[in-house]
């Protein structure tokens, strides 16, 4: 299985590498075009979004995402990564498409249970 890993913090970056490796191939970038890009040609089976990013935010990529019929990730399961706790930024991600959200500091088991859920 094939995931997905966007964030602009190299932290979280090898976090969520370092946690995903050992069970799944990982694709990761720390920029929203780069991740839009790489959504075109490769078929992922989920994919972990941050959403505060600089020049393109994760909301926003999910957006192109979703709204591009022939992108080949337009019904992956996508999750959202994020500090942001507020109900409206949780909405946004929703309403352009996120399949789910995470708060951070993102928690081993937590993260387990998210991928188990969606990857089986």
């Known amino acids: 299985m094939k995931i997905l890993v966007v964030d602009d913090n190299p932290i979280n970056l090898k976090f969520l590498f370092y946690s995903l490796r050992g069970d799944y191939e990982v694709d990761t970038t720390d920029e929203g075009p780069k991740a839009l890009r790489l ?3 490769n078929k992922y089976d989920l994919i972990l979004m941050d959403l505060w990013m ?3 935010d994760g909301a926003e ?5 979703r709204s591009l019929n022939d992108n080949i990730n337009n019904k992956t399961p996508i999750i959202f990564c994020t500090t942001s706790t507020v ?6 991600c929703f309403d352009l498409g996120a399949t789910d959200y995470l ?7 937590e993260l387990n249970e998210k991928l188990k859920h969606y990857l089986g």
């Open 39 to 41: 959504s075109k040609v």
């Open 54 to 56: 600089p020049l393109i």
């Open 87 to 92: 109900d409206a930024d949780r909405q946004r």
């Open 61 to 65: 990529i999910t957006r192109q995402i």
């Open 103 to 109: 708060v951070k500091p993102i928690q081993a088991k």
